[in-house]
């Protein structure tokens, strides 16, 4: 509270109007802090909002790089079951070699033919495993940037989350002690006006 100075009266006493000028800035400032603290705390309320929203978003956008990592694993596998079911056709092609073989009018066009066939599959082996190469390399690095982004931004909602709740304990401290002031302002309104009382009463009539 401010020290305020009265005007004394003539016949003892305060000034009845410095009182009530005193009374009426007490009441106003104490409504002023009080709205301050309000706004305070509401701001604080949707800076927290906010960042929880962000945080849910960059989640969904996780789960999202999560579930196209996995439908392109499943392609892989897809992939992989393919090369292996052409493994009996390996086999049948390697009896057809040996009947060519014996073939020996057909020997010639046979060695070109699976000169081919040796070309194709290496192309296919080499671009299979170049594509699974690729595939993995994006999905790791998409991964990680990802859960880096994730990272960051719970570091920051962290600090964040922190600093308002130390702002939201300061400002429910001053809101408590708020009314402890009211009270001791009313206690002081309460003398003043038992002096001006008093004051009054020894006025002579």
Same mark, same amino acid.
């Given at each position: 509270?401010?020290?305020?100075?009265?005007?004394?009266?003539?016949?003892?006493?305060?000034?009845?109007?410095?009182?009530?000028?005193?009374?009426?800035?007490?009441?106003?400032?104490?409504?002023?802090?009080?709205?301050?603290?309000?706004?305070?705390?509401?701001?604080?309320?949707?800076?927290?909002?906010?960042?929880?929203?962000?945080?849910?978003?960059?989640?969904?956008?996780?789960?999202?790089?999560?579930?196209?990592?996995?439908?392109?694993?499943?392609?892989?596998?897809?992939?992989?079951?393919?090369?292996?079911?052409?493994?009996?056709?390996?086999?049948?092609?390697?009896?057809?070699?040996?009947?060519?073989?014996?073939?020996?009018?057909?020997?010639?066009?046979?060695?070109?033919?699976?000169?081919?066939?040796?070309?194709?599959?290496?192309?296919?082996?080499?671009?299979?495993?170049?594509?699974?190469?690729?595939?993995?390399?994006?999905?790791? #690095?998409?991964?990680?940037?990802?859960?880096?982004?994730?990272?960051?931004?719970?570091?920051?909602?962290?600090?964040?989350?922190?600093?308002?709740?130390?702002?939201?304990?300061?400002?429910?401290?001053?809101?408590?002690?708020?009314?402890?002031?009211?009270?001791?302002?009313?206690?002081?309104?309460?003398?003043?006006?038992?002096?001006?009382? #008093?004051?009054?009463?020894?006025?002579?009539?």
């Amino acid at each position: 509270m401010e020290n305020n100075t009265f005007k004394s009266v003539t016949f003892g006493g305060f000034d009845k109007q410095d009182v009530i000028r005193y009374i009426e800035q007490t009441a106003r400032a104490a409504a002023d802090v009080q709205t301050k603290l309000e706004q305070e705390n509401e701001n604080l309320q949707d800076q927290a909002q906010k960042l929880s929203a962000q945080v849910r978003e960059l989640q969904a956008q996780v789960d999202a790089a999560a579930q196209h990592h996995a439908a392109l694993q499943a392609e892989l596998e897809k992939e992989r079951a393919a090369r292996q079911a052409l493994e009996p056709a390996k086999a049948e092609a390697d009896r057809l070699r040996e009947e060519i073989r014996r073939l020996q009018p057909d020997a010639e066009a046979y060695a070109q033919f699976r000169e081919k066939i040796g070309a194709i599959e290496c192309e296919a082996r080499k671009r299979a495993a170049d594509l699974e190469a690729h595939t993995a390399a994006q999905l790791e #690095k998409m991964v990680s940037a990802f859960q880096n982004q994730y990272r960051t931004l719970m570091r920051s909602f962290d600090a964040t989350a922190t600093h308002v709740t130390g702002e939201l304990r300061k400002v429910e401290v001053t809101l408590t002690q708020l009314p402890r002031a009211m009270d001791q302002a009313g206690v002081e309104l309460n003398e003043l006006e038992a002096a001006l009382k #008093k004051a009054v009463e020894q006025e002579p009539s």
